[in-house]
């Protein structure tokens, strides 16, 4: 944070300088040298401290305790420590600064007004008509910060931990996969960003301690009095869930758009037998007609016989890869990508890429040294890494690393966006576009259920790009191809579908019906097992993976373009029913579905041998994407389903681009892109698009066209988004279609505005 200018000094009431008889009543300011500092001092853990109350936006303030300056110290107040996750240090607002009795009886900050109580330490922020938004207390003693939690969900809070209400929780926040329960809610990325459902947010910058939601009021506890200050915390107020996302994005950071690529499916594997091997898993996925567009390699160490030849070595393997670039062209010419895994053995690293590093005296803590190491081999054509490991880093360390992944790539290819995978992270993560997958989690029906929920709060948390290892990572006895398939089908509504595990052979589409499931890979493990062999010549799954593998390359058009919204406004990709449906305790109670986007509602199958899913639908109409049936919302519904089904929904009033089926995304494919219009309200969709690869768009090089819908008036229109351009091909041929009816109208778009009419 800044340096307070000089002119900013404490406020304190014109009474009080009256009282003591100083001259410079009349103007509410006290110079730093008065003795009523000294007589009425705020005191927290045991020492002095000064208030400030800072506006950041119109619906956020900023609350900092923090030590004041001595006298004849010019320097204003101690700056706060900087651990990388917010996006600047301060923002242009008034600061109110506060460092001895009695307070302002109100400051106003943007929609926010806050009422302070000295002693005790009490902060009242409420909207500017009179909303309350939260009290704090702060402990003099203790440092401990009390605030309100009122009786609606709160979510948010990172990936992991226990889901979905974080309520009646006690969250020490310990990071990695030893933070909370591994098997089945995943490695733990605890992020203190607190969601409110009725109406207000709270990050807390500074300290990282234990949050206790047991209770009427929940608690931040620092793990000691000295650990309580500095103090730094923001607050936001809104009954807007949109507004409250944009205010995470303007303290931490928006998301950055990834490579196109990445969103399609990404393959992974783990022990490699030969260089025949890799080749042949290519060409099977081509053969067999299975979308993917991304390869990933393990790292020896972690198996057998992976990419490198030991762990955290940056050598090809050349058992597997003897000519590694000729075989990274072969993939390429295939149009695959390559990424692969890599470890960090230090427990910290610091600084950029752009620091100097020189190579005689390695510095394994230093960011440039360590990216040196991986540009031989990202000069051979490698794509994207898998940066694994990274428990014992501190905040700082993570965001240091996710940074360099992003700044590092760019070195040698400065007009690509990188790739990369992580398993930590931290809040303003997303401005470096990593993906984040939940770790080592292991086959169980319970992980997959618990993986919804966990999924909507990392998106909560900032994280758009997240997904997890198809399957689970170790195998139990509940590891069937049926709930191989319905992973599968959660993962292919996920940002990261992926699929990877031990006994990785089954993780293939194919893997099921081979009879083959070698190499073993669960030795060291407690309570695994392999599959039962007669599970082996399962031949549903393939088809059933292939289905979906084809949807979600359709829905590429809308998901990229959800993905380019989350980029612009903060919310995710996978979205909280609160995101959308505030008003409704109901939607906003359920952790079990999500959108996909604004209209689509998803809701997985995590019960095995299920013949029904309960689904929630939100007011309004909704219909099912598979039968086309349209049904009442606002209620519970019960659907069947059969291993192929995971139901979904679309809300009346949208619009649906679907692209044609493509084997990876940069595909050409002569054929027009299908737009749905789900009738019953009006809708409206931008469609965005640029070159998935480059910078580009940030110069321009972008299209976005705006479809909108009048139902009354059944008239459909088309015309180019502000600040976008036409891209060829030209003209651009869609097959627009009303629902339910079957026939679809083919139009033709070469930039200039349409507007077409239906028949009733």
Same mark, same amino acid.
């Given at each position: 944070?800044?340096?307070?200018? +000089?002119?900013?000094? *404490?406020?304190?009431?014109?009474?009080?300088?009256?009282?003591?008889?100083?001259?410079?009543?009349?103007?509410?300011?006290?110079?730093?040298?008065?003795?009523?500092?000294?007589?009425?001092?705020?005191?927290?853990?045991?020492?002095?401290?000064?208030?400030?109350?800072?506006?950041?936006?119109?619906?956020?303030?900023?609350?900092?305790?923090?030590? *004041?300056?001595?006298?004849?110290?010019?320097?204003?107040?101690?700056? =706060?420590?900087? @651990?990388?996750?917010?996006?600047?240090?301060?923002?242009?607002?008034?600061?109110?600064? +506060?460092?001895?009795?009695?307070?302002? @009886?109100?400051?106003?900050?943007?929609?926010?007004?806050?009422?302070?109580?000295?002693?005790?330490?009490?902060?009242?922020?409420?909207?500017?008509?009179?909303?309350?938004?939260?009290?704090?207390?702060?402990?003099?003693?203790?440092?401990?910060?009390?605030?309100?939690?009122?009786?609606?969900?709160?979510?948010?809070?990172?990936?992991?931990?226990?889901?979905?209400?974080?309520?009646?929780?006690?969250?020490?926040?310990?990071?990695?996969?030893?933070? %909370?329960? +591994?098997?089945?809610?995943?490695?733990?990325?605890?992020? /203190?960003?607190?969601?409110?459902?009725?109406?207000?947010?709270?990050?807390?910058?500074?300290?990282?301690?234990?949050?206790?939601?047991?209770?009427?009021?929940?608690?931040?506890?620092?793990?000691?009095?000295?650990?309580?200050?500095?103090?730094?915390?923001?607050?936001?107020?809104?009954?807007?869930?949109?507004? =409250?996302?944009?205010?995470?994005?303007?303290?931490?950071?928006?998301?950055?758009?990834?490579?196109?690529?990445?969103?399609?499916?990404? #393959?992974?594997?783990?022990?490699?037998?030969?260089?025949?091997?890799?080749?042949?898993?290519?060409?099977?996925?081509?053969?067999?007609?299975?979308?993917?567009?991304?390869?990933?390699?393990?790292?020896?160490?972690?198996?057998?016989?992976?990419?490198?030849?030991?762990?955290?070595?940056?050598?090809?393997?050349?058992?597997?890869?003897?000519?590694?670039?000729?075989?990274?062209?072969?993939?390429?010419?295939?149009?695959?990508?390559?990424?692969?895994?890599?470890?960090?053995?230090? @427990?910290?690293?610091?600084?950029?890429?752009?620091?100097?590093?020189?190579?005689?005296?390695?510095?394994?803590?230093?960011?440039?040294?360590?990216?040196?190491?991986?540009?031989?081999?990202?000069?051979?054509?490698?794509?994207?890494?898998?940066?694994?490991?990274?428990?014992?880093?501190?905040?700082?360390?993570?965001?240091?690393?996710?940074?360099?992944?992003?700044?590092?790539?760019?070195?040698?290819? /400065?007009?690509?966006?990188?790739?990369?995978?992580?398993?930590?992270?931290?809040?303003?993560?997303?401005?470096?576009?990593?993906?984040?997958?939940?770790?080592?989690?292991?086959?169980?029906?319970?992980?997959?259920?618990?993986?919804?929920?966990?999924?909507?709060?990392?998106?909560?948390?900032?994280?758009?790009?997240?997904?997890?290892?198809?399957?689970?990572?170790?195998?139990? &006895?509940?590891?069937?191809?049926?709930?191989?398939?319905?992973?599968?089908?959660?993962?292919?509504?996920?940002?990261?579908?992926?699929?990877?595990?031990?006994?990785? &052979?089954?993780?293939?589409?194919?893997?099921?019906?081979?009879?083959?499931?070698?190499?073993?890979?669960?030795?060291? %493990?407690? @309570?695994?097992?392999?599959?039962?062999?007669?599970?082996?010549?399962?031949?549903?799954?393939?088809?059933?993976?292939?289905?979906?593998?084809?949807?979600?390359?359709?829905?590429?058009?809308?998901?990229?373009?959800?993905?380019? $919204?989350?980029?612009?406004?903060?919310?995710?990709?996978?979205?909280?029913?609160?995101?959308?449906?505030?008003?409704?305790?109901?939607?906003?109670?359920?952790?079990? $579905? %999500?959108?996909?986007?604004?209209?689509?509602?998803?809701?997985?199958?995590?019960?095995?041998?299920?013949?029904?899913?309960?689904?929630?639908?939100?007011?309004?109409?909704?219909?099912?994407?598979?039968?086309? $049936?349209?049904?009442?919302?606002?209620?519970?519904?019960?659907?069947?389903?059969?291993?192929?089904?995971?139901?979904?929904?679309?809300?009346?009033?949208?619009?649906?681009? +679907?692209?044609?089926?493509?084997?990876?995304?940069?595909? #050409?494919?002569?054929?027009?892109?299908?737009?749905?219009?789900?009738?019953?309200?009006?809708?409206?969709?931008?469609?965005?698009?640029?070159?998935? =690869?480059?910078?580009?768009?940030?110069?321009? $090089?972008?299209?976005?066209?705006?479809?909108?819908?009048?139902?009354?008036?059944?008239?459909?229109?088309?015309?180019?988004?502000?600040?976008?351009?036409?891209?060829?091909?030209? *003209?651009?041929?869609?097959?627009?279609?009303?629902?339910?009816? &079957?026939?679809?109208?083919?139009?033709?778009?070469?930039?200039?505005?349409?507007?077409?009419?239906?028949?009733?």
């Amino acid at each position: 944070m800044k340096k307070p200018a +000089l002119s900013e000094q *404490p406020i304190v009431p014109r009474r009080d300088f009256l009282k003591f008889g100083a001259v410079a009543g009349a103007l509410g300011i006290v110079p730093l040298s008065s003795s009523l500092l000294h007589r009425l001092p705020i005191r927290v853990a045991n020492r002095e401290v000064e208030l400030q109350i800072a506006q950041v936006t119109a619906h956020t303030v900023r609350l900092t305790l923090i030590d *004041p300056p001595r006298q004849g110290d010019a320097g204003g107040a101690t700056e =706060i420590p900087s @651990d990388g996750s917010l996006l600047r240090e301060s923002w242009p607002g008034k600061v109110t600064r +506060l460092i001895g009795q009695p307070a302002p @009886d109100t400051i106003t900050a943007g929609n926010l007004r806050i009422g302070v109580t000295l002693e005790p330490l009490t902060v009242v922020i409420k909207t500017v008509d009179d909303a309350p938004v939260q009290t704090l207390h702060i402990d003099k003693e203790t440092g401990m910060v009390t605030f309100t939690l009122g009786a609606d969900p709160i979510l948010g809070m990172g990936q992991g931990g226990r889901q979905f209400d974080r309520r009646g929780n006690v969250d020490a926040m310990r990071s990695g996969q030893g933070g %909370y329960q +591994l098997h089945t809610h995943g490695a733990h990325v605890p992020i /203190p960003w607190l969601i409110g459902t009725s109406g207000w947010a709270m990050f807390v910058h500074a300290p990282f301690g234990t949050f206790d939601l047991t209770g009427s009021e929940g608690k931040l506890l620092p793990a000691n009095s000295e650990a309580a200050l500095p103090l730094d915390l923001f607050v936001t107020g809104s009954s807007a869930p949109q507004t =409250i996302m944009a205010e995470y994005a303007e303290l931490t950071g928006h998301a950055e758009l990834p490579p196109l690529w990445s969103l399609g499916y990404q #393959q992974s594997h783990r022990t490699l037998a030969s260089r025949e091997e890799i080749l042949q898993e290519a060409k099977t996925f081509r053969e067999k007609k299975l979308p993917c567009d991304t390869l990933i390699y393990l790292g020896t160490g972690f198996c057998p016989s992976g990419w490198n030849t030991a762990n955290g070595s940056f050598d090809w393997n050349r058992h597997v890869f003897p000519d590694p670039q000729a075989m990274i062209h072969e993939l390429h010419a295939a149009h695959f990508k390559v990424v692969l895994h890599a470890v960090i053995l230090a @427990d910290r690293l610091r600084g950029t890429v752009k620091d100097s590093c020189e190579l005689a005296r390695f510095d394994e803590e230093s960011a440039s040294c360590y990216w040196d190491m991986h540009r031989g081999v990202f000069a051979t054509g490698v794509d994207g890494w898998w940066p694994d490991e990274g428990d014992p880093l501190d905040i700082p360390s993570w965001l240091t690393r996710i940074r360099m992944y992003w700044e590092g790539a760019q070195m040698d290819r /400065p007009n690509e966006r990188p790739f990369a995978l992580h398993r930590n992270g931290y809040a303003g993560m997303q401005r470096y576009a990593p993906f984040l997958w939940s770790g080592d989690v292991y086959s169980t029906w319970e992980t997959l259920r618990t993986h919804i929920p966990i999924a909507i709060n990392t998106g909560l948390t900032g994280i758009p790009y997240w997904g997890t290892d198809i399957g689970g990572f170790v195998p139990t &006895k509940e590891l069937t191809g049926e709930l191989y398939t319905r992973w599968f089908q959660f993962g292919a509504f996920c940002t990261l579908f992926r699929s990877h595990g031990r006994t990785w &052979k089954l993780r293939l589409p194919w893997g099921w019906n081979t009879g083959d499931m070698a190499p073993e890979e669960i030795r060291g %493990y407690n @309570d695994v097992a392999d599959p039962d062999p007669s599970e082996l010549h399962n031949a549903e799954v393939e088809p059933i993976c292939k289905k979906y593998l084809e949807l979600r390359y359709r829905l590429l058009p809308y998901v990229y373009s959800a993905v380019r $919204e989350c980029c612009t406004t903060g919310l995710p990709v996978m979205r909280a029913l609160w995101l959308h449906y505030p008003d409704d305790g109901i939607a906003v109670a359920r952790g079990d $579905e %999500y959108t996909w986007g604004r209209d689509i509602l998803v809701a997985p199958v995590t019960e095995k041998g299920a013949a029904r899913r309960n689904v929630y639908l939100p007011r309004g109409n909704w219909y099912d994407f598979w039968t086309e $049936e349209r049904l009442g919302g606002g209620k519970e519904i019960t659907r069947d389903v059969d291993l192929a089904t995971m139901p979904l929904y679309v809300r009346e009033g949208s619009i649906i681009p +679907l692209g044609p089926v493509k084997q990876y995304t940069g595909e #050409q494919v002569d054929a027009p892109l299908s737009v749905s219009i789900f009738p019953g309200a009006d809708a409206a969709f931008t469609l965005y698009e640029d070159d998935g =690869i480059s910078f580009d768009y940030r110069h321009g $090089e972008w299209m976005g066209i705006a479809m909108s819908w009048k139902d009354h008036a059944r008239r459909f229109t088309m015309r180019l988004a502000d600040g976008s351009k036409f891209r060829g091909p030209s *003209p651009r041929k869609f097959a627009v279609r009303v629902w339910p009816v &079957k026939e679809s109208r083919e139009i033709q778009f070469e930039g200039r505005p349409l507007d077409l009419h239906w028949e009733a």
